[in-house]
């Protein structure tokens, strides 16, 4: 159905994922049929006419760089490792936000960087920022592509031309300290990589966010990602003890102890830097022995605001859980927490929870006893260890139900935020408001689904997913819609981002996050280590 | 024994603890004379025949504020919140470092802050920082008092004069969120009044370092302090969901959520800032239930390696205690870990570890079975609890002791570290070496004992106590061991600084902790935030 790239186009490795939407081709699945009865019904929902646009129809912008700073970067890492391809350059050219999807689409010149280069050491990246420098080029760093906030976009005013910085080659298990339970993984490692590695020797770090397939240890780390096991091993930002970085003033190796009083944390401030401050070459992550048991256990409660009073008591009373998580009742309805059962029958009313226990024989019985104990007292039902083996199958799959979704004619699209437990169900109920009542003012009605992820002793995050009808420019509808939401997050005090991180499209609203002072120092952070602006311009930092 | 200063001399309200030693003189203690006797035989150390200097004997720089200027402060303060008289500037001179204890006891001139200011509310610092930025005035921001780093130095090169902003009235429990469990609290209230108003409710915030009966709620945040039940609770950066700061250029207000992706954690950068970069002003921090039961055990391990390993595996596995510590074999043979027990019999050869749990009478009961389980197994014989309860009587009163040993005649200090459980005993031995050397090479023998109080999955810190006999200027003496010690840490791959912070004592060290680039971009937030450089001058920041 969809047209991939070639990639004898190509003259570089190509990024994994399809160019025009999410991860393998061979994976996506069209819409089950009471899917696209009920989009029809609810939205008036009807795929478009128009036949979808090929690869090879794309109208890339012509790349910019000129043949000599071409010949000075191959001179840097080796001219097979410069791409000026528009195959190259097109699987490069965003992420995977649905405006980057509807983008794709666009049988308008599109933006692209105008060349790929893949360095293999920390000595050539410093090299290559040094030249881009001097040369007033653009440097997108690039690790799987998954961004879904305009990370990559290739942003290229006052600059002679951008070039994306895929980072693929620092793809080596540096090493593994099994004393300490640390490992330094090379930025460029995709999760399941990392993870074989890490597994050959009995290890495994345990960050399985939804773009685990594709996404990378670097970034990871530059976006402050969240796993879906981050109830058992924290966020990616808790498994960090040091990292390296290479900024156009200089490496920077940060993390001598596990824990320090000299000073404030200055990884702290590269974790979350978005490729803006520098180049993560290699993290040293804390790494923990493959799980000997795992125990599934799915629940179902009455409502949301129960389910999310039972989470809290069992985050709070640190029962053990390696995943928990809650489906509020929209989502639940969908069976939308089973991914690749979605539209299926559910398997309860009311809101679904899961979780899931993983240690030690000993450890995985005791937490699982302490946790259904404190979610039984709370009101739950267990429904047993079906629906969360189903959910764990279709963990990473959630993204090719968008794609099906926007190739069927709806507007898709997900966001996220983080508060209190005290205000959660304020934020959640005025974020649902705001999407609602912005897509209706565009002509639809829409259905707002929403789940708990991640939970933490204080507060919880709340990730949204809307299904709308598609009402004039796609794109321009969304992004009115996505300001609302953005207002409403902020307005309700949550965070513009738990762990989708800021890129081009929360910007605006990083001064209301971290106040007018908080913009200051991180413009200054950036003028310190790049002084020419180069790195990642017009991301995170307004 | 002490001259303790008359407070009909003070015009404000005076810091609760001694002026030339810890704490409460009603609690000082004389040497055992076992200890006595050893220090004699040991060291050849004798009490010196000097008579005690009395705080009225002492002479103090003369201050250097203009009667202007005091007019300009008590114009934002009032005029009774602003003291120039000697006893209020003598209280506030330094911190309760060994170097601090042998200054104050120097009959040349002392110099101390010009005056000291207690500004009652934000507005007020902020109009305060604004006029001394405008005046020239170095402004160091005071809590407890209890720095041992040389935290509260008046620097004031380049400075018409310096004043010492003491936060204490500071002292409000702003709010407390109940479902959330998150309690705003004043930057000036103390470690004990801070768990006496949450406790009216309830609640305990539970960190309980060794300075807690004096140190405060902001000094815990601009050091990261971390407290003796960090296993349970965490350090005290770990409980920090928000803070306020006031700096010369602006109000920073930070957390807006218990995890964000939303950019770098800026929160961290004002963690372990000492006041250099603004002032605290209220936290708002991870509060608990009151723990409904303790349990206590201690344990004899028959070496450090061992009983190290040990405390690994307890944290690894995630057993739960609140408080694990292990002292090594020269500490436990002193009986250092029970201070109020020192030179008394000990309990055991080897190595002595205490654990607490606390909690639900089931988490302590089944963290305590789990630990116990753990510990058996890597080779611990259990004391029972009372050596446990020993050391929890005695916790907060190990610098009293300090204060006899100098008062005896003997040098007497602590510094502290951390690494990962790989080089933690290389690191140990590296340091020891150290210490043992540069004090033998000053015409002594020394005792240097040493014990984990912090562990991490990753690693653990590394505390240790030195004994050795005063030769030629003591503070000449002992900042030549203290640099040895310092470069052992970093040749051992160690931290500057695991809970002490930096100050001026650890500032030439800090380029080697977080590089060239990492000093570079404090400089550069510093500037961005306190252009005139007014705040604490000379400390952290090479």
Wanted: charge should be negative; proline fraction near 6%.
């Amino acid at each position: 159905m969809t047209s991939e790239v070639r990639p004898d186009q190509a003259t570089l490795p190509l990024p994994p994922m399809r160019w025009n939407g999410w991860g393998d081709p061979a994976l996506a699945k069209p819409l089950p049929a009471d899917i696209r009865d009920l989009l029809a019904a609810a939205f008036g929902v009807t795929p478009s006419e128009e036949p979808e646009l090929a690869a090879a129809e794309v109208v890339l912008t012509p790349s910019a760089l000129t043949a000599a700073d071409r010949d000075h970067l191959a001179a840097i890492v080796g001219a097979e490792h410069v791409g000026t391809a528009d195959t190259d350059r097109l699987l490069r050219a965003g992420g995977k936000s649905t405006p980057d999807l509807l983008r794709r689409r666009s049988r308008a010149e599109q933006d692209a960087p105008d060349a790929v280069v893949l360095p293999g050491s920390e000595e050539e990246i410093a090299a290559l920022l040094a030249l881009c420098a001097e040369r007033r080029i653009a440097v997108v760093p690039f690790g799987g592509g998954t961004s879904v906030v305009g990370g990559l976009d290739p942003v290229r005013a006052g600059f002679t031309a951008v070039i994306s910085l895929d980072l693929r080659r620092l793809d080596a298990l540096h090493s593994l300290d099994e004393t300490s339970g640390e490992a330094v993984l090379g930025a460029g490692l995709t999760g399941p990589r990392a993870e074989e590695l890490l597994a050959e020797r009995g290890w495994e770090l345990g960050h399985y966010p939804q773009s685990f397939r594709y996404a990378t240890i670097g970034g990871f780390a530059a976006t402050r990602s969240s796993g879906q096991d981050s109830a058992g091993h924290g966020r990616f930002d808790d498994m960090v003890r040091g990292l390296r970085v290479v900024t156009p003033t200089g490496t920077v190796d940060l993390g001598r102890a596990p824990a320090s009083a000299a000073g404030p944390d200055l990884r702290q401030l590269f974790l979350g830097s978005e490729g803006t401050l520098g180049v993560i070459t290699a993290v040293r992550l804390r790494v923990h022995p493959l799980p000997a048991v795992k125990a599934y256990e799915a629940w179902s409660f009455p409502d949301f605001a129960t389910g999310a009073a039972a989470l809290r008591a069992v985050e709070q009373q640190q029962t053990g859980p390696t995943v928990i998580r809650l489906s509020d009742e929209a989502e639940t309805a969908v069976n939308l927490a089973m991914t690749d059962k979605i539209g299926g029958s559910t398997v309860t009313g009311g809101c679904l929870a899961v979780t899931v226990f993983e240690g030690t024989a000993e450890q995985v019985a005791a937490g699982h006893e302490r946790t259904r104990a404190v979610l039984l007292a709370a009101g739950a039902t267990s429904l047993g260890e079906e629906p969360a083996r189903a959910w764990e199958h279709g963990r990473f799959n959630a993204p090719y139900l968008r794609d099906s979704l926007l190739d069927a004619g709806a507007l898709c699209e997900t966001l996220e935020t983080a508060t209190d437990w005290a205000r959660l169900g304020e934020l959640k109920a005025g974020v649902t408001a705001a999407l609602t009542d912005a897509l209706r003012a565009t002509g639809t009605e829409s259905m707002v689904m929403c789940h708990i992820s991640h939970v933490y002793p204080t507060g919880a995050s709340l990730y949204f997913t809307v299904v709308a009808a598609e009402k004039g420019d796609p794109a321009e509808q969304w992004a009115g819609v996505k300001r609302a939401a953005c207002d409403a997050i902020m307005a309700g005090g949550g965070t513009i981002s738990h762990h989708h991180a800021v890129g081009t499209d929360h910007r605006p609203w990083m001064e209301q996050e971290i106040g007018e002072v908080g913009v200051r120092i991180l413009r200054a952070v950036k003028d310190t280590v790049d002084p020419a602006g180069i790195l990642n311009p017009g991301k995170l930092i307004p």
